[in-house]
């Protein structure tokens, strides 16, 4: 079994910042990468940044290219998500995903945070 717990939403002004973290617990072998998604009201989950452990490759989706940073910290399986000049579209729930490896099992599969809510609001 693998667990994920996200913490770190909150409300903040336009241009102000919040950092998210993940962490990954439980029966994990390996991770492959960690990923950050978001669904707003009324719109589809986009996949917002991701991270491919072994390489530290990173990826963003256009609208938050030079404001978000995806990183990780090996040691303590947990991945965070810095946003700064956030805007008021960046209002969503964030959900944390793994491709993680549980001791034991052959493959990889996903796993889902809970979800923080991070609401941009003056």
């Known amino acids: 079994q693998v667990q994920l717990v996200e913490s770190g939403g909150g409300l903040v002004q336009p241009g102000g910042s919040l950092r998210l973290s993940c962490a990954a617990s439980?029966?994990?072998?390996?991770?492959?990468?960690m990923d950050w998604y978001r669904q707003a009201p009324e719109k589809q989950r986009e996949s917002v940044a991701s991270?491919?452990?072994?390489?530290?490759?990173?990826n963003y989706v256009d609208a938050v290219k030079g404001r978000f940073t995806i990183s990780i910290d090996n040691s303590k399986k947990t991945v965070y998500l810095q946003m700064n000049s956030l805007k008021h579209e960046d209002t969503a729930i964030y959900y944390c995903?793994?491709?993680?490896?549980?001791?034991?099992?052959?493959?990889?599969?996903?796993?889902w945070g809970q979800g923080t809510q991070v609401t941009v609001s003056s």
């Open positions: 995903n793994v491709d993680a490896r549980e001791i034991g099992a052959t493959g990889y599969a996903d796993y």
């Open positions: 439980g029966r994990i072998r390996s991770i492959y990468s």
């Open positions: 991270i491919v452990l072994s390489s530290g490759r990173t």
